[in-house]
């Protein structure tokens, strides 16, 4: 098989995956055998080769996160436009439950195989290969309602499927498991059979995707939830998100010392110390107003490590010098980074503010091609008017919560919900105003709470907090303009 093919995985088989499928030590007992499915870290071993972690509840319960995805979102959305020919074949969550994308609290992947990304790199699949998949909701769902929908989507899209899944459904641990019909994953046979999993987690539903064997491993606490040796030793005080990736020799080389011999004589160093790369890992921790970072690399020896340092520290002095000529030019991350070798590792950080993401949004902009217009319809016969009705949900806004004048500020809106259902999230448009009343600028996004789970409760009303962007220095007031509510069960209000 070609690993680079893309392989087409039918919608209703990943809603079925989706729909039975904190960093923190493993317990003394296993989760098991107290009637919930391990938590997503505990995938991990010391045989595992690439490890990638993802505390999302965590992490977008900061500002920075809720400012990075609604600025990011126009980029998304002019993308998706261009390609959404293609994205009309994927599927989409709320099919089943009314799951969403913001309903995913842990992700976890687990990879063991010494040669997967050689034998990627030679576009060939090691059989040895394992791999679990395992993501944590924020919510419980009720599984066997989850399990027939998405056997029922999957006998639609393709016949006669339905009957082997159902057949292969076994008890392991406190998890229902199926077996995936390979043809139904790739389009070449995979070498070993994988399986697919739902059941109870101690803080929301559990699901898991991998082969058989590492996924009943997982399943029956049978994973240490560790890295080997020195990797593991940073486990616990990893960020919220966090990458671990092995270099092989073959990809270490083509990155350093293959390509030294035409490299500039300053960097030459640099080059060469790279072919000594091990390991390299990446952490990223959510705040308030920034984003920290950090890069490790991990060499062959402490002479590796002191080798890469040097390098570096030339090539930022050269970036540094030529920000002097042009200071707006540079991001302000350049100006806080900090690198040293400690032993045979050597270590990048830095922070990321809303002011580097602005610059690589504008950057991104710049390069994507506007969308193709779309061929509308012919208008629809005029029907009457139906008569006026009040939305669910009426805002208000209050005040900036400080005068600072910041284009991403803070803004308190008086939120009334006239509906008995609690309010996750409110798409609206804040209109920027001066003293007078003049029209400054707008930006359109959706807003949710940043601390708790319902933005607003049933038929209550409250002030809430909601970040503005793009706020003009003269804005005094806005002017607030509803188009969408969101209710905690999934279900959605849109204006006319």
């Known amino acids: 098989m070609n690993p680079r093919q893309r392989f087409p995985w039918p919608s209703a088989l990943i809603l079925l995956c989706f729909g039975i499928s904190r960093l923190a030590e493993p317990p003394a007992v296993s989760a098991a055998a107290e009637g919930t499915v391990p938590a997503p870290s505990r995938a991990f071993t010391p045989r595992t080769a690439i490890a990638f972690y ?81 993501v944590r909701l924020t919510k419980t769902v009720d599984p066997e309602n989850f399990i027939k929908q998405g056997l029922e989507a999957i006998e639609k899209q393709k016949p006669g499927s339905r009957g082997p899944i159902e057949k292969s459904r076994r008890r392991v641990g406190a998890a229902e498991v199926f077996d995936v019909p390979a043809e139904a994953l790739v389009e070449h046979k995979l070498p070993f059979t994988v399986s697919a999993a739902l059941g109870p987690g101690k803080e929301g539903t559990i699901i898991a995707l991998g082969r058989s064997e590492n996924l009943q491993a997982f399943l029956s606490g049978k994973t240490e939830g560790q890295l080997r040796g020195q990797v593991n030793d940073t486990l616990s005080r990893r960020g919220q998100i966090w990458l671990y990736v092995p270099v092989p020799p073959d990809a270490a080389k083509s990155l350093g010392g293959a390509n030294s011999a035409n490299a500039n004589p300053m960097f030459a160093g640099l080059a060469q110390s790279m072919d000594k790369v091990r390991e390299v890992s990446l952490n990223l921790n959510f705040g308030a107003s920034q984003v920290d970072f950090a890069l490790e690399f991990g060499c062959a020896d402490g002479a590796a490590a002191t080798q890469l340092s040097q390098g570096f520290q030339a090539l930022l002095g050269m970036i540094q010098m030529g920000a002097q000529q042009n200071p707006a030019s540079m991001p302000p991350f350049v100006g806080k980074i900090k690198a040293a070798a400690d032993g045979s590792a050597f270590r990048l950080t830095t922070a990321l503010t809303m002011r580097d993401f602005d610059l690589a949004l504008q ?13 509308s319809p012919p208008p629809p016969r005029a029907e009457p008017a139906p008569a006026p009705s009040l939305p669910p949900v009426d805002v208000e806004f209050v005040q900036f919560s400080a005068e600072e004048q910041e284009s991403l500020r803070s803004a308190k809106v008086r939120v009334q919900n006239r509906s008995p259902r609690p309010v996750k999230e409110l798409k609206l448009t804040f209109t920027y105003l001066d003293e007078s009343g003049r029209k400054l600028g707008q930006w359109t996004r959706n807003h949710s709470s940043l601390t708790a789970a319902n933005l607003i409760g049933g038929e209550t009303s409250g002030v809430v907090d909601c970040l503005a962007f793009e706020v003009p220095a003269a804005a005094k007031k806005v002017s607030v303009t509803l188009h969408e509510v969101t209710f905690a069960d999934g279900e959605k209000w849109r204006a006319n």
């Open 54 to 134: 993802a505390d999302v509840k965590g992490a977008s319960k900061s500002a920075i996160w809720n400012a990075i995805t609604n600025k990011a979102a126009p980029l998304v959305e002019q993308f998706q436009s261009m390609h959404r020919s293609q994205l009309a074949s994927l599927p989409q969550a709320q099919a089943l439950s009314g799951l969403q994308e913001t309903d995913i609290a842990e992700i976890a992947i687990m990879i063991e195989g010494e040669k997967f990304l050689s034998e990627l790199q030679a576009e060939r699949f090691d059989p040895t290969t394992g791999f679990v998949v395992v």
């Open 363 to 375: 950057n991104a902009t710049r390069g994507v091609p506007a969308a193709p217009p779309r061929v």
